[in-house]
């Protein structure tokens, strides 16, 4: 079973900066397609934050674009979001997201178990 361990996040003021970090379990990894963070306000729908490729790749939600880095390792096993300039609009329970390929043929969806990011005005 692949696992998803994440650290970071906290409480900030507005204009400040968290960096959020996951580390994928390696035992039973022979592909990483690709590394996401998924946030998830109360009476939210959970929505892509950003999201890296296997060719390095990089998308963003609009709301976060010059504000959030997405970055990995070359095996992106590791994937950190780097979050500048923080917005109260951006508090959430933020969760990384990894589709990983553990045999030919089978790739699943594996998620952190998310961390709180809190932005005060």
């Known amino acids: 079973q692949v696992q998803l361990v994440q650290s970071g996040g906290g409480y900030v003021q507005a204009g400040g900066s968290l960096r959020l970090s996951c580390v994928a379990s390696s035992a039973s990894i022979f592909r990483v397609d690709s590394m996401a963070w998924y946030r998830q306000a109360p009476g939210e729908q959970r929505e892509l934050v950003a999201s890296?490729?296997?060719?390095?790749?990089?998308n963003y939600l609009d709301s976060v674009k010059g504000r959030f880095t997405i970055s990995a390792n070359n095996a992106r096993d590791a994937v950190s979001l780097q979050m500048d300039n923080l917005k109260p609009e951006d508090t959430a329970v933020y969760y990384c997201s990894g589709k990983i390929r553990t045999a030919i043929y089978v790739t699943r969806d594996y998620w952190g178990q998310g961390t709180q990011v809190t932005v005060s005005p």
């Open positions: 890296i490729s296997g060719s390095g790749n990089t």
